[in-house]
């Protein structure tokens, strides 16, 4: 007998943040481990409380993590880089390998599948050895069993560990060193088994993609092997994301007992299909990526129709409920129908269990939750917020001249007259030191203890201090800093119709950062100007150039909690559409740079790439929606962060913006020989000092970087600036790290010009 009700994963940051704080603290030296870890058991103690009260019959465990499961995973199997082995102490070892130490670089970062969450990317080369560690898994365990929870260990399985992590230093790819991880988890079962666990889960979210070429054909040959073992738990293999097509066949002819599927992106005819008839199958029918209510009576037809196909039938949610915030209780502000309309994870857990007990006894015995999701999608679909006639017939207007400008040669002339730049510009990504003053200035506007002028003139304040600082530095192109910004999606949400901005409702997105996505409800559109006022009044106070910075149509999209009813293309050019009203506005005003950011254009690419061309060509086409409403002279930047570039690249120079700033100092580089092999040929600002470590890159290191850069592309081309905004480091690293940068180009320069 298997169980009935299930989730993949849970969140872990705290629904208060309450692993924020801790880990940042232990990271200043205000707590020591042993107090660390009393809060993430406290954590871990909360979550499978509620899992158990929710009705849940068998818990996820070993899904709690400091920092991310993918470095967990690398911890477990004895794959940190060998930098870090000097470390003596493991928890330090540990922070070392995500946020760097002195003289230690960090692992690479980038987007976890389609999601917003950043996973760290182990490192495997010649020298890396591979060793188990039970340790964290078996006391996870061990502590949820002696609460007496039905414990399900969760573990990154062997094909995505080794499929999502990077060659390094001459190493073989790392799939083809599968056969030395096998033996590895072979012993994990052993042990957990030892311990009492009755089922394990091994996450497998890469067969639901073409990452890598026979993919179910691995997965096949490795899961042949695993569940070979004896004296083992049961196991089941986790997919998320999408459908994980010939791969569920593909695991149903090894010896698993059990197969995670996902049927909010994935299809029931792909189960049904795939000759499951004796495993137990956990449908993932509620979804755990988006906020949105379940429609519970399609979700029942459809656990229905797939029950005579499975041996057993467990129901659960489409993923892990970390990509979505903790609970509706803690939202006192929202709209009520708004309200009616959305499942956080302690909602969801409720929908799995009405579907289960529904399953079991009949729609009746869950008449009060069926009723309660029929009347919420009634009200929704008549809500007339969700069709705006003014939004719609200006969409229906558009024509292909409104996603184009002149030609990139001749504005690249027109701009250098304009703008009068020296050699290899510096300049910032936009944001500056979220200080705590600014943090308590926009507590205090929110709980009505200041006025929003008194507010204004802080953050005026801010402005003018930031403006100083960049010039004592000796920055070419300034940035207002952002101070009045809470997040670069949420500030813009905030001032445009058919969004609505959450107290409460944070998710993480790496390591202690977290984020509070807004939720994307309606038609879109801007009212007034978003961002004109701060950008003139910073321009006031220097004779440098000021960047306009904004946000773009993708990205905004990207990093919210999107509607459901309609084409994503379309909410997209609405949203373009808003943000192209900025840019003109900003234009008017005198602004001569202005920078829209689209760091997630690669986290919305289709997991399959039969679907990719046709999410790039809306993608690319709303972003030269937004900014194809100025002048040639008017220079647009756009911004590209902590992704994997090479399968978006031709996309990245489709988007034909002046100056693509993008990372690169983690990868030294390596983006520049995607971007030249493409033909690409406007200005690029490869990164030069990786913002998300606490380490301070110094000038020589800077101009070592710039060297690399200029090896790829030529002096006119390139900008000198930070992998992305400085919004989490303090004003004392990025004053030094800054001089450092300014300094290195100051060095390249003079190289430049020694050469010429």
Not at 93 to 105: D, N, Q
Not at 220 to 237: F, H, M, N, Q, W
């Amino acid at each position: 007998m298997g169980f009935t009700t299930t989730v993949p994963g849970t969140a872990r940051i705290g629904a208060d943040r309450e692993l924020k704080r801790a880990v940042e603290g232990y990271w200043a030296g205000l707590l020591d481990a042993t107090e660390l870890e009393a809060v993430a058991e406290q954590l871990r103690r909360t979550d499978r409380e509620q899992l158990i009260a929710a009705g849940l019959d068998s818990i996820p465990v070993n899904t709690f993590s400091y920092y991310d499961q993918m470095l967990d995973a690398a911890v477990m199997l004895g794959a940190l880089p060998p930098r870090v082995a000097g470390i003596a102490d493991p928890l330090d070892r540990y922070f070392a390998a995500a946020r760097g130490a002195e003289g230690v670089t960090p692992l690479e970062m980038t987007k976890w599948f389609d999601t917003n969450y950043h996973y760290l990317v182990p490192e495997i080369g010649p020298a890396t050895s591979f060793a188990l560690d039970t340790s964290k898994v078996l006391a996870e365990l061990a502590e949820a069993t002696d609460a007496g929870a039905a414990a399900r260990p969760v573990v990154i399985g062997p094909v995505t560990f080794l499929g999502l992590s990077k060659a390094v230093d001459g190493g073989a790819q790392p799939l083809s060193r599968i056969d030395e991880l096998l033996p590895l988890y072979e012993q994990l079962l052993t042990e957990l088994a030892t311990t009492g666990a009755q089922w394990v889960q091994l996450d497998e979210p890469i067969l639901v993609t073409d990452a890598h070429d026979g993919l179910p054909e691995l997965a096949e040959r490795v899961y042949t092997r695993i569940a070979g073992a004896t004296d083992r738990p049961k196991i089941l293999v986790q997919t998320y994301f999408g459908d994980a097509g010939a791969a569920l066949a593909a695991l149903g002819r090894t010896g698993v007992e059990g197969i995670g599927a996902d049927l909010v992106e994935g299809s029931v005819e792909t189960i049904k299909a795939a000759g499951l008839g004796d495993k137990l199958v956990v449908a993932g029918v509620v979804d755990g990526h988006n906020v949105w209510r379940t429609d519970l009576d399609a979700a029942l037809a459809t656990l229905t129709d797939l029950r005579e196909h499975v041996g057993e039938l467990a129901v659960g949610t489409s993923c892990s409920t970390l990509h979505v915030p903790y609970t509706l209780a803690a939202e006192d502000d929202l709209d009520p129908a708004l309200r009616g309309w959305l499942a956080f994870a302690a909602e969801k857990f409720d929908e799995v269990a009405a579907l289960a007990g529904a399953l079991a006894a009949g729609r009746e015995s869950q008449a009060t939750a069926f009723d309660a999701a029929r009347d919420a999608l009634a009200s929704r679909a008549t809500d007339p917020r969700l069709h705006v006639a003014a939004v719609r017939d200006r969409l229906g207007a558009l024509t292909a001249a409104d996603r184009a400008r002149g030609e990139a040669t001749a504005r690249r002339a027109a701009q250098h007259e304009a703008l009068a730049l020296p050699p290899l510009p510096t300049t910032t990504i936009g944001s500056f030191p979220q200080t705590g003053d600014i943090r308590k200035a926009r507590q205090q506007l929110r709980q009505g203890q200041i006025t929003a002028e008194q507010y204004r003139e802080q953050m005026e304040t801010e402005i003018a201090e930031v403006i100083a600082l960049q010039e004592q530095i000796g920055l070419d192109v300034l940035v207002h800093g952002e101070p009045e910004r809470n997040d670069m999606v949420q500030y813009f949400a905030e001032q445009l119709t058919g969004f609505f901005a959450t107290a409460n409702g944070w998710v993480q997105s790496y390591g202690s950062r977290c984020v509070r996505p807004p939720i994307l409800f309606g038609d879109v559109a801007r009212p007034t100007p978003m961002t004109v006022g701060w950008i003139t009044h910073a321009q006031s106070l220097t004779g440098k150039i000021v960047k306009g910075m904004l946000t773009g149509p993708v990205t905004i999209l990207a990093w919210s909690f999107v509607r459901d009813d309609q084409p994503l293309a379309q909410t997209a050019d609405q949203v373009a559409l808003a943000i192209r009203d900025e840019t003109v506005d900003l234009e008017r005003a005198g602004v001569g740079i202005i920078q829209v950011d689209e760091p997630a254009l690669r986290e919305l690419l289709p997991l399959r790439s039969a679907d990719r061309q046709a999410y790039l060509d809306w993608a690319v086409g709303a972003f030269k929606l937004s900014t194809s409403g100025v002048a040639d002279e008017t220079q647009i930047h756009t911004h590209l962060c902590y992704s994997e570039f090479g399968d978006v690249i031709g996309a990245i120079a489709d988007l034909d913006a002046d100056v693509t700033s993008i990372e690169a100092a983690r990868s030294h580089m390596e983006v520049l020989d995607d971007l030249n092999a493409i033909g690409f040929s406007n200005e690029v600002g490869p990164g030069v000092y990786d913002i998300h470590s606490p380490r301070i890159p110094g000038a020589e290191e800077m101009t070592t970087l710039l060297r690399e850069a200029l090896a790829a592309v030529p002096a006119e081309r390139v900008w000198v600036n930070p992998d992305c905004g400085l919004k989490t480091r303090t004003t004392e690293q990025v004053t030094a790290a800054l001089t450092a940068m300014v300094e290195a180009a100051k060095a390249a320069r003079a190289q430049v010009e020694a050469s010429a």
